[in-house]
């Protein structure tokens, strides 16, 4: 099972910050969004977990946004993050199961319609999502896909009218099919709609994902997200593909939050199993692999394939952390496994002197990095 918590946290480090002590301990991955961390005020670690993290600079006293990841050490060899948006909107993790299936997620903060965000980065609030939905069209033939945050859109009872899937190319007309449609009809304690709303449910039709918000599936899954005085709402979603929503569990609206935010925490259960080992026993251990020579021309193009996404990653350690989990996932996956008896002495032809020297360099950088960050 793979559990994932996500909160709007409403300024996490900002003031005093709400607490994280309720999360329950089996929570592998906790996806905090609007957490206004700057430059001066960064979330903290929490003890287990890794962290990457991203924000807008600040405005006045605080950051703008902010998305924060923590990824639970004994799954994190198997997950990297992928892709931030060049405005912070979303970030891209990508998650590996035990049979080396892809799923990619999307964290995601919107800000509200009435947001000036929108005219200082000079974006079309009419069309809010189409970053999203560009990203969503490039990934969805490589892995499943799932959306999760605050979208500030208002979808009433609302869902997509079209799904697709691989075992069936003809698409499902909703509403069209009474069975169909009665599965994944909506029932939510929100009837408003806003045009952020409108334009979530067309990217949901436009795409074959399917609004889990209020299904009756999921009971708990109907209430508001966002508890405020003026008026409450339904913001927060959890939208997925049909191959997620087979494997999704449970999905629940949490009520005990802290009082310093006014959004309820998403929490959902995924029949997903990881490898999950203690970490400091490297999963890709490689005193125990020999390279298969002859699938080197395999292992080239995977590298090909997967290591030009990171030159979109800034912070160096989260960059360490995908390149030496990308490298050593292809060297495994290329590798037969031998006993540590049996082991051949000769090495890997696959690790050169150019190979050590560029792993020498980014560990350098990596430290040097981090001595800075110690100086500040």
């Known amino acids: 099972m793979l559990r994932i918590l996500s909160w709007n946290c409403r300024g996490f480090p900002w003031n005093k910050g709400p607490k994280l002590s309720w999360i329950s301990n089996d929570v592998d991955i906790i996806l905090l969004v609007e957490t206004w961390e700057h430059e001066e005020s960064k979330v903290p670690n929490i003890d287990g977990f890794t962290l990457w993290s991203t924000w ?22 198997y997950v990297r993050l992928y892709k931030n948006d060049p405005y ?10 035990i049979n080396n299936k892809k799923s990619y997620i999307a964290i995601c903060y919107f ?28 990934l ?41 449609a009665s599965r994944y009809k909506r029932s939510s304690e929100d009837l408003g709609e806003n045009l952020f709303g409108s334009e979530l449910v067309k990217l949901c039709s436009a795409q074959d994902l399917i609004i889990c ?14 508890i405020h005085g003026l008026g409450s709402s339904m913001v927060d979603y959890v939208i997925s593909d049909l191959p997620l929503y087979n494997e999704m569990i449970n999905f629940d609206i949490l009520n005990e939050h802290e009082p ?5 925490p998403l929490l959902i259960t995924l029949n997903f199993v ?44 989260v960059l360490y952390h995908n390149f030496t989990t990308t490298l050593s996932y292809s060297i495994k996956k290329f ?17 050169d002197k150019d190979c050590k020297n560029a792993r020498r360099a980014i560990k350098e950088a990596v430290d040097d990095s981090l001595k800075m960050d110690d100086r500040k």
């Open 213 to 226: 918000n209020g299904l009756k599936k999921w009971p708990n899954s109907s209430k508001m997200t966002c």
């Open 140 to 180: 969805r033939n490589d892995g499943n896909i799932l959306l999760i945050g605050d979208f500030n859109a208002r979808t009433s009872n609302n869902q997509a009218i079209i799904l697709s899937n691989c075992s069936n190319p003809n698409p499902l007309w909703l509403d069209e099919d009474p069975i169909l």
């Open 260 to 264: 310093d935010s006014d959004h309820r």
């Open 88 to 97: 912070n909107q979303f970030s891209w993790i990508e998650i590996r199961d």
């Open 56 to 77: 807008n600079k600040r405005s006045s006293r605080r950051g703008i946004g902010g998305i924060a990841c923590y990824i639970k050490k004994n799954i994190s060899p």
């Open 335 to 351: 590798s037969i496994e031998v006993s540590n008896n049996k082991r051949n002495s000769k090495t890997n032809p696959w690790y």
């Open 274 to 317: 990881m490898h999950r080992v203690p970490i400091e026993n490297n999963t890709y251990n490689q005193k125990n692999l020999i390279f298969d020579k002859n699938k080197k021309d395999l292992f080239l193009n995977e590298l090909k394939t997967n290591l030009p996404p990171l030159s979109s990653i800034d912070n160096i350690e």
């Open 111 to 138: 800000p509200p319609i009435n947001s000036n965000f929108y005219k200082k980065k000079n974006l079309d609030k009419t069309n809010p999502y189409n970053s999203l939905e560009n990203d969503i069209s490039s």
